[in-house]
């Protein structure tokens, strides 16, 4: 008897980031769930950095790509933000939402968000920044050590410190942070219509989204569940098993 087809699964990086930081959650997900992890505008070769809506197009394309009517929808970090005005602007195309470490709310900017924000801040600091990391990071040593202190495999270490030496990364870097600072007062506005059956997962030591936005973030949107796991904000890295649980569980309905 032939099984039905089951939705995809859509995985949405943070910033900076990549298609690559979700493999220990595609691996943890097992090989019977489609799993599509997609680099978003800017961060993909030869692509441009856009808003919150180019965003959403870019995921939509990629389902209709792959002939997915709907997946559930997961993002991480800004990603989050993303996958949430995908939720309210295609609520058709949206099984579940699964927000990780979510900054979807204003409440999730701390000041120097808004500092880097500003017209070639970003650039500046960023880009010195990200070129050091990936510097360092070319040294299998450094690799080694650093993956074994962050518990996070050093393939991605490699993978990241290679896209971040590019000028581009850092231009998509300072443009995710105008976006970020312009657009999530509209989302905000927008997170009452989200019908998707929602699940919030937050590190209970995240120095980089606090727990708080997260917590008003499920205020915001319609029965959504909170889950607080411990640990920080690379969840997709140090808690990849158990943000695969939760993903499994919205996919059945059982979140």
Known sequence: MTQPRR?????????????????????????????????????????????????????????DDHGARQATVVGHSLGAAVAAWLAAEHPDRVHALVLAAPAATCGSLVPLDYWLARPLAGELVGAPVMAGVSLALASAGVRRRLAGLLDVDEDYLHDAARGWRQPAAWRAFAADQRMLVRDLPALEGRLGSIRAPTTI?????????????????????????????????????????????IIRASMNGRA
């Open 7 to 63: 939705d995809p699964v859509l995985l949405l990086h943070g910033q900076p980031g990549g298609a690559h930081d979700w493999q220990r959650v595609r691996t943890a997900l097992g090989s019977d769930v489609t799993a599509l992890a997609i680099d978003r505008p800017g961060w993909r070769a030869g692509s441009t950095p856009t808003d919150l809506a180019g965003n959403v197009a870019a995921a939509v394309a990629e389902l």
């Open 201 to 245: 997962v937050a590190g209970s030591a995240d120095r980089i989204v606090p727990l708080s936005s997260a917590r008003e973030l499920q205020d915001a949107i319609p029965g959504a569940q909170l889950r607080v796991l411990p640990g920080g904000h690379l969840l997709t890295q140090r808690r990849a098993e158990d943000l695969a649980r």
